[in-house]
């Protein structure tokens, strides 16, 4: 059996319920559940004030139904269990997590995996900005696991991450990967400007480009050098575990080139792009 | 007209030579008094202190808590303030942040719970004297105050080249009245200069700052003597040049010689004491034997130690090329900023690692300074919050200062090198509770010039902090049974039970009134600002108390 979630008052006010994760909602009887606190912008309110909540048949430990794209920090810290949102999450979903898995079937907000240290986020439809980012002044953003976005994400994706893996279906905005130690973040269509800013390590890969079309080509900033044209292993082997999570990029796994740029040059030139060709 | 008598507490005043004597304290409207003569004068309140220990508030001479640099490292570390336990409101306190720098308000509630009852903020740029005052003015509870930045300051780098005593201590007095002031500060005076006109920093004494045709021993000498002439309640404040880095201690050394008997307090003096090779992290050493002899020797010098404790903090310093070096060896974000004519600064997170040789060698140098020193009222206990530690680690310096059983244990868990490299390890001495009343409240009161506080004597302001006695010293000093202000209930363990706002101390020395026309002539030639907007007026001083000049009455 898992605890089923169902909004009834969507409220244009935002609710944050850092209560709703498998760690929490464990081992709880519904009326337990419905007593769990929650802010509501500035008062303090319960679950039950929110949502409607029951038993549904299934694996999951628990199904969050309905648009709660005004509900923050869904699965924040969680570090267990399966937690599906049927709709779209608002901020901070599954920020600092360290293990578990978060599937979110509609869109996520701005913050999804911010700082998650482990565990999976899979987001059908598109994701906000700073996904997998660090918060305003840490140092570093993601640490470990794996985010998977279907649709696309918007500005600093990947923000100072260190470790784990990122991979967008779709577009990113602007400055993916600005900042990063160490990591990979796989995009399937074409970044904004300013890819890499500052990046130390880690690999972005872009495989959005059209031959021939000069509007869909990857432009990098000035302090990223070219190095060659060639095929890194590493790459299909990402994409076929990709697709072991059912995301596919828009991409055969094995076949094509990459064009590889060093950068950021204004830091260590450690980190690189790869940019695929047909 | 309210009278209250503390009863039966173990009354531990080095002023007045009481250690732990049972005594009754007499409070009238704030005051201490003595006690009545006539045994039938009946207290309006008792407050029972049986087998209590019982001491005036403590007094902390040099912490930075106010002005645009602290505000700075509030913004700048919001990734602290996420995870630091918030000061939650109640209905008599307001809410606020903590971390290593907390906001105005949990200043003044935190070291209040502290059993701290006067802090002074260690270094304002005169230009930013009116922010700081704000600041203060949101700091609730304690008794507070400021010293004023002038070791880089153009106009005194002028006086002293063309060797104008006079005009020099005119404007230095007319400086501090017009900053609401309390003390003559010199931030690494003349390197920081020279650092801001991209000369780099200045290595010692006798380099010259360019421009300006001064040296950073005239810098110290001529301060020194103005604030001497200008009989001040608290000498020159200096921050040393050359501060954090190997091989400084003959710095320190040159100028504790130079100042030539002349009256100065020697701030946070654990980063001046080290040994080894510019180059060499490796030959980083204590030299903390000779300095030590030299203050012990000389009754003109005053100490505070400035003690690293282990943690995550902020450091932040009027000391632009320090926050430099700082950015560079820690590679942490960093901030910067020139107060024209002034002043530098810098700011840069630091966490000191008791694993990391270096950090472990600067807290047991502190700690070496602490057990060295023979005179308990030269030397006073701080951390230069923030940048050695917060001051809600004063509790487990005294437990280390009192306990060497803990201090050994400690020492056997930092760096190993530390053992071979310090002589901690063989220094057995531990304070008695008298000896810690002295460096918390007693000598930085005295050194401070206030008459009314640090002691319990009559007259003095009944600021009072009342422990539970405790083997386990941090437990004792962190969590203070009662503390008192002004003779009212402030605090109950823990709680706050009443914010009221606190003294601000400044002085305000005589000068030629004639030199001001002058002084504004440069200053509209060469600031930003309109003269009639600098200088600070009482409204921004909700308490403001004016101390007067030694000798005075």
């Known amino acids: 059996m898992s605890i089923l979630l169902r909004l009834r008052n969507a409220s244009p006010i935002p609710i944050e319920a850092e209560c709703l994760s498998p760690d929490r909602l464990e081992g709880l009887a519904v009326k337990e559940i419905e007593r769990l606190e929650v802010d509501h912008g500035n008062e303090r309110a319960r679950v039950a004030d929110f949502f409607e909540v029951g038993l549904r048949d299934g694996n999951e430990a628990a199904v969050i139904e309905g648009d709660c794209s005004r509900v923050k920090h869904i699965g924040a810290g969680m570090t267990r269990g399966l937690l599906v949102v049927d709709g779209n999450a608002g901020m901070h979903a599954g920020a600092e997590m360290s293990g578990g898995r978060l599937e979110v079937r509609g869109n996520a907000g701005d913050w999804t995996g911010a700082e998650m240290r482990a565990g999976r986020i899979h987001i059908r439809g598109d994701a906000g900005h700073l996904l997998g980012g660090a918060y305003r002044g840490s140092r570093t953003g993601m640490r470990g696991g794996v985010i998977l976005v279907e649709g696309s994400a918007r500005n600093e994706v990947g923000c100072s991450m260190r470790r784990g893996l990122i991979a967008v279906r779709g577009q990113v905005g602007d400055f993916p990967g600005v900042s990063m130690h160490a990591g990979n973040i796989l995009v399937g269509g074409l970044p904004g400007v300013r890819a890499g800013a500052g990046m130390r390590r880690g690999s972005l890969i872009f495989f959005g480009e059209t031959p021939g079309d000069s509007q869909r080509q990857v432009e990098l900033l000035p302090t990223f050098s070219y190095d060659c044209t060639y095929r890194p292993p590493f790459v299909s082997l990402y994409l076929k575990k990709l697709q072991s999570w059912k995301l596919s990029l828009p991409v055969p796994a094995g076949e094509g080139r990459y064009r590889r740029y060093s950068g950021d040059l204004v830091e260590s030139g450690k980190g690189e792009i790869l940019v695929w060709q047909a | ?553």
């Open chain 2, 1 to 553: 007209m309210s009278l209250l008598q503390i009863v039966n507490g173990r009354v531990v005043d080095p002023v007045q030579g009481l250690d732990g004597e049972v005594r009754d304290v007499w409070i009238r409207d704030g005051k201490i008094i003595p006690p009545p003569a006539v045994p039938s004068v009946r207290p309006d309140r008792v407050l029972d202190a049986s087998g209590l220990v019982v001491m005036a508030g403590g007094v902390d001479m040099h912490c930075h808590i106010a002005g645009p640099k602290v505000n700075v490292a509030r913004k700048m570390r919001p990734e602290e303030k996420r995870r630091a336990e918030p000061v939650r409101r109640t209905p008599r306190t307001r809410s606020g942040t903590t971390g290593s720098v907390p906001s105005t308000f949990a200043t003044g509630y935190k070291y209040t719970g502290l059993g701290y009852t006067t802090a002074f903020d260690a270094a304002i740029p005169p230009l930013a004297a009116r922010h700081a005052h704000e600041e203060l003015h949101d700091t609730p509870i304690i008794d507070k105050g400021f010293f004023v930045l002038m070791g880089n300051n153009h106009y005194v780098m002028q006086q002293i080249r063309s060797g104008d005593r006079a005009r020099l201590r005119h404007y230095v007095a007319w400086l501090l009245g017009a900053a609401k002031g309390y003390a003559v500060k010199a931030v690494n005076p003349g390197g920081v200069e020279e650092w801001k006109a991209g000369h780099g920093n200045v290595t010692g004494l006798d380099d010259p700052v360019e421009h300006f045709g001064v040296t950073p021993r005239q810098i110290i000498v001529e301060l020194a003597q103005a604030a001497s002439d200008l009989r001040l309640p608290h000498p020159l404040h200096i921050h040393c040049n050359n501060l954090g880095l190997p091989g400084n201690w003959k710095t320190t050394l040159a100028t504790m010689e130079a100042l030539e008997g002349r009256r100065a307090h020697l701030t946070h003096v654990q980063f001046h004491s080290y040994g080894g090779g510019p180059d060499d992290g490796g030959s980083f050493a204590s030299r903390v034997a000779p300095l030590v002899d030299v203050v012990n020797a000389h009754e003109n010098l005053t100490v505070d130690v400035g003690q690293v404790v282990f943690g995550d903090t902020t450091s932040m310093t009027g000391d632009g090329p320090l926050g430099y070096f700082l950015h560079q060896v820690t590679g942490r974000k960093w901030f910067s900023a020139d107060t024209e004519n002034e002043a530098g600064c810098g700011i840069v997170p630091i966490e000191y690692k008791d694993h990391s040789f270096i950090h472990a060698m600067q807290w047991a140098i502190g700690l070496e300074w602490f057990l060295l020193a023979r005179d308990p009222w030269r030397i006073v206990l701080s951390t230069d919050h923030p940048n050695g530690g917060t001051f809600l680690s004063y509790p487990q310096i005294i437990h280390l200062l009192m306990e060497p059983d803990y201090r050994r244990e400690v020492l056997q868990s930092v760096h190993p090198r530390v053992m071979k490299r310090s002589v901690l390890k063989d220094l057995d001495r531990a304070y008695s509770l008298s000896e810690i009343a002295i460096i918390t409240r007693a000598a930085p009161a005295r050194i401070l010039g206030l008459r009314n506080k640090g002691h319990l004597g009559p007259g003095a302001d009944a600021d009072i902090t009342i422990y539970t006695p405790d083997p386990d010293r941090t437990k004792m000093f962190s969590l203070p049974r009662i503390v008192l202000k002004d003779g009212e209930v402030i605090v109950e363990e823990g709680q706050i039970r009443n914010a009221p706002t606190g003294r601000t101390f400044h002085v305000a020395p005589a000068y030629d009134e004639k030199l001001v026309s002058e002084i504004q002539e440069w200053f509209e030639e060469h600031y930003t600002i309109q003269f009639a907007n600098y200088a600070v007026d009482e409204h921004y001083l909700p308490r403001g108390e004016c101390v007067a000049s030694l000798g005075s009455k």
